[in-house]
């Protein structure tokens, strides 16, 4: 699966080929004109600015790009997006629910509907799968980051995350949607740098696949990503070990 969640399918790896790259900076510079457009050009009053900004960064998004994106965004001119969620059922049972920011929503939905079809999945009516996932916010931090785990721990539970678990090379970082802003003051103010923060749908169960099956939901789950349209996918699909 790409990138570093669990649960999202987005492509923030640094080897990613010249085509995915382009459509990863293509997204990146969306949502930072989204969040300039809505809270301002200053990244220190307006916490969704600073987030997608080193999203940015860490994504080795170009300074002069980032730096338009936001002018883009406090200008009058800026294109005017309309942010939303569709739910569907991949193949083998699987739950995914698609983030998209788009201009044209009967275009968007058309399009995801027939991405769905086309790999053997369907999509479902709003809210149909809502009690599938809990909506969260998500921090990952690299290990390398993090030079003391018992005070990052603490600071972190201070703030009101509600778990840090750790995997191979990062700390995935969770929190209700209350204590976003708190987390990411609290990992900022330990100088932590955050590799990638979003709000992500959570699943409360997963869906245990291997071999053939994760194969066919990975193909609608890419399918998905690399619609112009969507910034991120999320999904109930665990692979087994």
Same mark, same amino acid.
């Given at each position: 699966?790409?990138?570093?969640?669990?649960?999202?399918?987005?492509?923030?790896?640094?080897?990613?080929?010249?085509?995915?790259?382009?459509?990863?900076?293509?997204?990146?510079?969306?949502?930072?004109?989204?969040?300039?457009?809505?809270?301002?050009?200053?990244?220190?009053?307006?916490?969704?600015?600073?987030?997608?900004?080193?999203?940015?960064?860490?994504?080795?998004?170009?300074?002069?790009?980032?730096?338009?994106?936001?002018?883009?965004?406090?200008?009058?001119?800026?294109?005017?997006?309309?942010?939303?969620?569709?739910?569907? !059922?991949?193949?083998?049972?699987?739950? #995914?629910?698609? =983030?998209?920011? +788009? @201009?044209?929503?009967?275009? &968007?939905? $058309?399009?995801?509907?027939?991405?769905?079809?086309?790999?053997?999945?369907?999509?479902?009516?709003?809210?149909?799968?809502?009690?599938?996932? !809990?909506?969260?916010?998500?921090?990952? #931090?690299?290990? =390398?980051?993090? +030079? @003391?785990?018992?005070?990052? &721990?603490? $600071?972190?539970?201070?703030?009101?995350?509600?778990?840090?678990?750790?995997?191979?090379?990062?700390?995935?970082?969770?929190?209700?949607?209350?204590?976003?802003?708190?987390?990411?003051?609290?990992?900022?103010?330990?100088?932590?740098?955050?590799?990638?923060?979003?709000?992500?749908?959570?699943?409360?169960?997963?869906?245990?696949?291997?071999?053939?099956?994760?194969?066919?939901?990975?193909?609608?789950?890419?399918?998905?990503?690399?619609?112009?349209?969507?910034?991120?996918?999320?999904?109930?699909?665990?692979?087994?070990?």
């Amino acid at each position: 699966m790409a990138g570093h969640s669990k649960w999202a399918n987005i492509k923030h790896r640094k080897s990613i080929n010249d085509a995915k790259r382009g459509k990863l900076f293509g997204k990146l510079v969306k949502e930072i004109t989204m969040a300039a457009k809505q809270g301002g050009a200053t990244p220190e009053s307006n916490p969704r600015l600073r987030l997608a900004i080193q999203n940015a960064k860490n994504a080795n998004l170009p300074k002069d790009n980032i730096e338009r994106a936001i002018k883009k965004g406090n200008s009058r001119d800026a294109a005017t997006y309309t942010e939303v969620a569709y739910e569907g !059922h991949a193949t083998h049972g699987v739950a #995914v629910v698609v =983030e998209c920011m +788009t @201009d044209n929503l009967n275009r &968007t939905v $058309a399009d995801v509907r027939a991405l769905f079809t086309k790999h053997g999945g369907s999509l479902r009516r709003s809210s149909a799968l809502s009690f599938l996932f !809990h909506r969260k916010g998500v921090f990952t #931090v690299k290990k =390398e980051a993090v +030079t @003391d785990q018992e005070a990052l &721990t603490l $600071a972190m539970i201070e703030a009101g995350a509600e778990a840090i678990e750790p995997e191979v090379e990062y700390f995935y970082i969770t929190c209700p949607l209350e204590t976003f802003g708190q987390v990411q003051q609290g990992l900022e103010a330990m100088q932590i740098a955050i590799d990638d923060a979003a709000l992500q749908y959570v699943p409360n169960t997963s869906v245990i696949l291997n071999g053939d099956a994760v194969a066919k939901v990975t193909k609608l789950l890419d399918a998905l990503e690399d619609h112009d349209d969507v910034q991120r996918v999320f999904h109930n699909m665990t692979v087994s070990s």
